[in-house]
């Protein structure tokens, strides 16, 4: 059994709270999510503060942040000219 960290419950908790926020109201089986506006704001809130506190503790390896990084350069030099016609409208 892995370990449920700080980091990890508060990255379930963002994109739990973050689908209530998305969805809104929805009826799952015998679980019915009603949040209403407020609850709906609220969610938003607390999913995005969650997120944040996740990714300012998280102890993510700097080699899958440049492993990411060289993904979408490698992607963007491959794919500029298409880039380009789709930002100019053509």
């Not at 009603?34 to 998280?58: D, K, M």
Request: aromatic share 10%; hydrophobic share 50%; glycine share 10%.
């Amino acid at each position: 059994m892995t370990n449920l960290t700080s980091t990890n419950s508060l990255l379930i908790a963002g994109i739990v709270f973050l689908t209530i926020a998305v969805i809104g109201q929805s009826k799952l089986g015998f679980l019915e999510i009603n949040p209403g506006c407020f609850g709906r704001l609220l969610a938003l809130s607390i999913g995005v503060l969650s997120l944040a506190f996740a990714f300012g503790l998280g102890n993510f390896p700097v080699e899958s942040l440049d492993l990411f990084r060289n993904f979408f350069t490698n992607e963007i030099q491959q794919n500029i000219s298409a880039l380009n016609d789709l930002l100019q409208g053509s």
